[in-house]
């Protein structure tokens, strides 16, 4: 129940097209689904978060959809650029209780 | 505002040996949370400290330990080091405030046991 999956594992786009997410969880208790980007040698960054008590927000040029009922949430990235070729984590919480999925390899072709 | 600190940034250590990480969190966060990321299992959580104490811990043997201090920095010890213990230490501090539960990672410590 602690399990949250995710894919594609990998994903390769073009330049201006859009990359796109999924994430799934077990356990309702988690209220605070975050989404992180990680650099190679660096530590993840948040990138967008949402709460259930939402569907859908947009910062930029990223987006976060959410589905209750289908205990699901994905990760738009628009007009996607190579500086967006990064490895991307969902991550499901509650409180300081954390679960991350096992990630995302984004590359975006020039 | 500065951000997580970790030190040091990169250790190389011998099997059976003790390594110790440290971590000083964002000024003002009183949680910090430790994770450890391999190319295998990815991100799995260790332990978090909030206030001195020890409020969650992952499934990890007792080889891995930490404690936080009273100005919310913490450290993490690894006793009887494994090869399988290579790995990314990340550090994460968080506000913990109703609304404000975003957790902050540091650049990580990169461990190599030998």
């Known amino acids: 129940q602690q399990q949250v999956k995710q894919s594609p594992q990998s994903l390769i786009v073009q330049k201006g097209g859009i990359s796109i997410i999924n994430c799934a969880y077990e356990n309702t208790a988690f209220d605070y689904f975050p989404w992180y980007q990680q650099f190679p040698g660096k530590g993840p960054a948040l990138l967008i978060a949402i709460r259930p008590d939402v569907s859908e927000k947009k910062e930029g040029r990223f987006t976060i959809s959410f589905n209750k009922s289908a205990k699901q949430f994905s990760l738009h990235i628009m007009d996607s650029q190579p500086g967006d070729s990064a490895t991307y984590f969902c991550?499901?919480?509650?409180?300081?209780?954390?679960?991350f999925g096992p990630g995302t390899r984004l590359s975006v072709l020039p | 505002k500065a951000g997580v600190t970790q030190t040091p940034r990169y250790l190389i250590k011998t099997r059976g040996q003790q390594v110790t990480l440290s971590c000083s969190p964002i000024?003002?966060?009183?949680?910090v949370s430790w994770y450890q990321q391999t190319p295998g299992q990815g991100l799995q959580f260790l332990f978090e400290y909030f206030s001195e104490t020890q409020r969650n811990k992952g499934n990890f043997p007792g080889r891995f330990s930490g404690r936080q201090f009273s100005n919310s920095r913490s450290e993490m010890n690894v006793s009887t080091l494994e090869l399988g213990d290579s790995a990314l230490y990340l550090c994460a501090s968080s506000l913990v405030l109703a609304g404000k539960d975003t957790q902050y990672f540091g650049p990580g410590t990169r461990l190599t046991v030998l």
């Open positions: 991550a499901a919480g509650y409180g300081q209780n954390f679960v």
């Open positions: 000024s003002g966060h009183r949680s």
